[in-house]
T-cell receptor, first 113, second 114 residues
Framework: AQSVTQPDIHITVSEGASLELRCNYS??????LFWYVQSPGQGLQLLLK??????LVQGIKGFEAEFKRSQSSFNLRKPSVHWSDAAEYFC???????????FGTGTKLQVIP | GAGVSQSPRYKVAKRGQDVALRCDPI?????LFWYQQALGQGPEFLTY????????KSGLPSDRFFAERPEGSVSTLKIQRTQQEDSAVYLC????????????FGEGSRLTVL
């Protein structure tokens, strides 16, 4: 069975600073990888996804993520964080087919002025 | 509708009561999922429908949990004889037929069992 580890429960960054959120997955085959964002009181929104091809994927809101098979990682990055990026971020792995997605426990991002 | 709609947004139940949570997916979305999100945790898969067929219910925690989607559109998650450990946010998501890779989530129904 697939699993996802997000080692950082909570991260604080200054507005304008760069951001990297870590994600490691476990899955025997080629994974389908996702990052979702959840703002307070809101549903989860897809930021970006990786299926195949270029290992650096671009998403919405200026986010990008890089798939590294050798490290079983799919870290999320943003060069300059905005206060509106404060939210909880979930990494997820899918198995294809009908898309049974397994989520990590999330990283809560706090942005300070 | 424009997005996935869930109701009620908040539900308080006394232990032992039955509850029903409703999900109205995006029009035309064949696939529908229910997830449970406990406080401080990521969403956990409960069950999956393709149209009216429930193809996977491996995540339902007990036989007190039951989901249906009789006409392939609106879905209801029913929890019988609620327990305190059922307190969580229940998320519904839908996606287009086939493998698109994106789940569209509703805002969730927060259940508190006293």
């Amino acid at each position: 069975a697939q699993s996802v580890t997000q080692p950082d429960i909570h991260i604080t960054v200054s507005e304008g600073a760069s951001l990297e959120l870590r994600c490691n997955y476990s899955y025997g085959a080629t994974p389908y990888l996702f990052w979702y964002v959840q703002s307070p009181g809101q549903g989860l929104q897809l930021l970006l996804k990786y299926f195949s091809g270029d290992t650096l994927v671009q998403g919405i809101k200026g986010f990008e993520a890089e798939f590294k098979r050798s490290q079983s990682s799919f870290n999320l990055r943003k060069p300059s964080v905005h206060w509106s990026d404060a939210a909880e971020y979930f990494c997820a792995v899918g198995t294809g087919g009908y898309q049974k997605v397994t989520f990590g426990t999330g990283t809560k991002l706090q942005v300070i002025p | 509708g424009a997005g996935v709609s869930q109701s009620p947004r908040y539900k308080v139940a006394k232990r032992g009561q039955d509850v029903a949570l409703r999900c109205d997916p995006i029009s035309g979305h064949v696939s529908l999922f229910w997830y449970q999100q406990a406080l401080g945790q990521g969403p956990e898969f409960l069950t999956y429908f393709q149209n009216e067929a429930q193809l996977d219910k491996s995540g339902l925690p007990s036989d007190r949990f039951f989901a249906e989607r009789p006409e392939g559109s609106v879905s209801t998650l029913k929890i019988q004889r609620t327990q305190q450990e059922d307190s969580a946010v229940y998320l519904c998501a839908s996606s287009l037929e086939g493998f698109t890779g994106e789940l569209f989530f509703g805002e969730g129904s927060r259940l508190t069992v006293l």
